[in-house]
Protein backbone atom coordinates (compact mmCIF):
# COMPACT_ATOMS: atom_id res chain seq x y z
CA UNK A 1 0.00 0.00 0.00
CA UNK A 2 1.28 3.22 -0.57
CA UNK A 3 1.18 6.10 1.97
CA UNK A 4 -1.25 8.85 1.17
CA UNK A 5 0.71 12.34 -0.21
CA UNK A 6 0.13 15.53 1.71
CA UNK A 7 1.17 18.74 -0.47
CA UNK A 8 4.14 20.41 1.07
CA UNK A 9 2.13 23.91 0.85
CA UNK A 10 -0.94 22.20 3.04
CA UNK A 11 1.55 21.90 5.72
CA UNK A 12 2.46 25.11 5.29
CA UNK A 13 -1.05 26.60 5.84
CA UNK A 14 -1.55 25.01 8.71
CA UNK A 15 1.45 25.73 10.29
CA UNK A 16 1.02 29.51 9.44
CA UNK A 17 -2.52 29.20 11.10
CA UNK A 18 -1.28 27.47 14.14
CA UNK A 19 1.64 30.13 14.25
CA UNK A 20 -1.10 32.94 13.98
CA UNK A 21 -3.51 31.49 16.83
CA UNK A 22 0.33 31.37 19.21
CA UNK A 23 0.63 35.16 18.26
CA UNK A 24 -2.97 36.28 19.00
CA UNK A 25 -2.62 34.22 22.25
CA UNK A 26 0.80 35.71 23.21
CA UNK A 27 0.14 38.80 22.20
CA UNK A 28 -3.50 38.49 24.30
CA UNK A 29 -1.06 38.06 27.10
CA UNK A 30 1.14 40.30 26.43
CA UNK A 31 -1.91 43.18 26.20
CA UNK A 32 -3.74 42.04 29.37
CA UNK A 33 -0.40 42.07 31.44
CA UNK A 34 0.03 45.92 30.23
CA UNK A 35 -3.49 46.61 31.23
CA UNK A 36 -3.05 45.16 34.59
CA UNK A 37 0.41 46.80 35.25
CA UNK A 38 -1.17 49.82 33.51
CA UNK A 39 -3.22 50.74 36.74
CA UNK A 40 -0.81 51.01 39.02
CA UNK A 41 -0.44 54.29 40.81
CA UNK A 42 2.92 55.39 42.00
CA UNK A 43 3.16 58.54 44.67
CA UNK A 44 6.33 59.69 45.81
CA UNK A 45 7.00 61.92 48.57
CA UNK A 46 10.85 62.64 49.97
CA UNK A 47 12.18 59.32 48.81
CA UNK A 48 9.09 57.40 49.89
CA UNK A 49 6.82 56.04 47.49
CA UNK A 50 3.86 54.18 47.79
CA UNK A 51 1.63 52.25 44.63
CA UNK A 52 -2.01 52.07 44.51
CA UNK A 53 -4.51 50.70 42.12
CA UNK A 54 -7.63 52.45 42.18
CA UNK A 55 -9.47 50.62 39.14
CA UNK A 56 -9.46 47.17 40.83
CA UNK A 57 -8.75 48.29 44.54
CA UNK A 58 -10.18 50.95 45.53
CA UNK A 59 -10.49 51.16 49.45
CA UNK A 60 -13.55 51.45 51.09
CA UNK A 61 -13.22 54.32 53.15
CA UNK A 62 -11.97 56.16 49.79
CA UNK A 63 -14.87 58.33 48.96
CA UNK A 64 -15.75 58.78 44.72
CA UNK A 65 -16.66 61.93 43.43
CA UNK A 66 -18.36 62.52 39.58
CA UNK A 67 -18.46 65.28 36.91
CA UNK A 68 -20.07 65.58 33.92
CA UNK A 69 -18.51 67.45 32.01
CA UNK A 70 -17.12 68.77 28.78
CA UNK A 71 -12.97 68.35 27.63
CA UNK A 72 -11.67 70.13 24.78
CA UNK A 73 -10.36 66.31 23.71
CA UNK A 74 -13.86 64.51 23.49
CA UNK A 75 -17.03 64.91 21.53
CA UNK A 76 -19.47 65.28 24.03
CA UNK A 77 -19.90 65.86 27.80
CA UNK A 78 -18.92 62.74 29.58
CA UNK A 79 -19.35 61.25 33.58
CA UNK A 80 -16.23 60.84 35.31
CA UNK A 81 -15.63 59.56 38.51
CA UNK A 82 -12.38 59.22 40.63
CA UNK A 83 -11.11 60.78 43.78
CA UNK A 84 -10.70 64.15 44.31
CA UNK A 85 -6.82 64.70 44.61
CA UNK A 86 -7.17 66.24 47.82
CA UNK A 87 -8.96 63.45 49.14
CA UNK A 88 -6.50 60.85 47.80
CA UNK A 89 -3.29 62.22 49.41
CA UNK A 90 -5.42 62.66 52.55
CA UNK A 91 -6.56 58.73 52.54
CA UNK A 92 -2.36 57.44 52.07
CA UNK A 93 -1.32 56.42 55.76
CA UNK A 94 2.51 56.57 54.76
CA UNK A 95 3.23 59.24 57.51
CA UNK A 96 5.09 61.43 55.50
CA UNK A 97 2.64 61.19 52.36
CA UNK A 98 -0.11 62.17 54.99
CA UNK A 99 -2.30 65.68 53.70
CA UNK A 100 -1.75 66.84 56.87
CA UNK A 101 2.07 67.18 56.59
CA UNK A 102 1.36 69.16 53.28
CA UNK A 103 2.54 73.02 53.45
CA UNK A 104 1.41 75.59 51.24
CA UNK A 105 4.53 75.42 49.54
CA UNK A 106 3.79 72.15 48.60
CA UNK A 107 3.39 70.79 44.80
CA UNK A 108 1.78 68.21 43.42
CA UNK A 109 3.21 67.00 39.58
CA UNK A 110 1.43 64.70 37.82
CA UNK A 111 3.87 62.34 35.29
CA UNK A 112 2.00 61.00 31.81
CA UNK A 113 3.14 57.79 30.05
CA UNK A 114 4.23 59.73 27.44
CA UNK A 115 6.62 61.90 29.24
CA UNK A 116 4.25 64.62 29.41
CA UNK A 117 4.27 66.27 33.15
CA UNK A 118 2.43 69.18 34.85
CA UNK A 119 2.35 70.50 38.40
CA UNK A 120 -0.18 71.81 40.69
CA UNK A 121 0.27 74.33 43.61
CA UNK A 122 -1.50 73.89 47.21
CA UNK A 123 -3.77 76.36 46.65
CA UNK A 124 -5.29 74.11 43.48
CA UNK A 125 -5.89 71.47 45.62
CA UNK A 126 -8.42 72.73 47.19
CA UNK A 127 -10.25 75.48 45.03
CA UNK A 128 -10.32 73.53 42.28
CA UNK A 129 -11.44 69.89 43.13
CA UNK A 130 -8.92 68.72 40.20
CA UNK A 131 -10.44 64.92 40.02
CA UNK A 132 -8.16 61.79 39.01
CA UNK A 133 -10.64 59.96 37.30
CA UNK A 134 -10.33 56.46 36.57
CA UNK A 135 -13.98 55.64 34.89
CA UNK A 136 -15.95 57.52 31.94
CA UNK A 137 -19.53 56.82 32.03
CA UNK A 138 -18.70 54.25 34.85
CA UNK A 139 -16.39 51.69 32.70
CA UNK A 140 -12.93 51.88 33.05
CA UNK A 141 -10.91 54.27 31.11
CA UNK A 142 -7.95 52.69 28.48
CA UNK A 143 -4.77 53.92 27.22
CA UNK A 144 -6.12 54.74 24.50
CA UNK A 145 -9.51 56.77 26.72
CA UNK A 146 -6.66 58.93 28.33
CA UNK A 147 -6.52 56.17 30.90
CA UNK A 148 -6.30 54.39 33.22
CA UNK A 149 -5.84 58.20 35.07
CA UNK A 150 -7.04 61.12 33.90
CA UNK A 151 -6.60 64.36 36.01
CA UNK A 152 -9.75 66.16 35.54
CA UNK A 153 -11.14 69.72 36.46
CA UNK A 154 -15.12 70.28 36.29
CA UNK A 155 -14.55 72.25 33.26
CA UNK A 156 -18.29 73.07 32.70
CA UNK A 157 -18.75 74.65 36.31
CA UNK A 158 -16.74 77.38 35.95
CA UNK A 159 -15.45 79.17 32.66
CA UNK A 160 -11.27 79.49 34.18
CA UNK A 161 -11.28 75.85 33.93
CA UNK A 162 -11.79 75.92 29.81
CA UNK A 163 -8.57 77.94 29.88
CA UNK A 164 -5.36 77.13 28.54
CA UNK A 165 -3.76 76.53 32.36
CA UNK A 166 -6.07 73.68 33.08
CA UNK A 167 -6.32 72.34 29.68
CA UNK A 168 -1.91 72.13 30.09
CA UNK A 169 -2.64 70.68 33.87
CA UNK A 170 -4.95 67.92 32.71
CA UNK A 171 -2.29 65.16 32.55
CA UNK A 172 -3.74 61.90 31.18
CA UNK A 173 -2.29 58.24 31.20
CA UNK A 174 -0.86 59.43 34.56
CA UNK A 175 1.23 56.75 36.19
CA UNK A 176 3.26 58.78 38.88
CA UNK A 177 2.57 61.78 40.92
CA UNK A 178 4.95 63.43 42.82
CA UNK A 179 4.85 65.87 46.02
CA UNK A 180 7.39 68.54 47.16
CA UNK A 181 7.85 71.26 49.26
Same mark, same amino acid.
Given at each position: ??????????????????????????????????????? +??????????????? +???? *? *????????? &????? &????????????????????????????????????????????????????????????????????????????????????????????????????????????
Amino acid at each position: MMAAYTPLWTWHAALRGLCGILAITVSGMFAAAQDAAAT +VLKVEIGGKAVTLDL +VSEL *P *PDLPLTSYW &TNTVW &TEEANLYTGVLLRDLLHHLTVDSLRADSMRVGTTVTFYGLDGYSATLNYHMLHEDRPLVAFLRNDVPMSRREKGPYWLIFDYDSDARFRTETYYALSVWQIERIVIAD
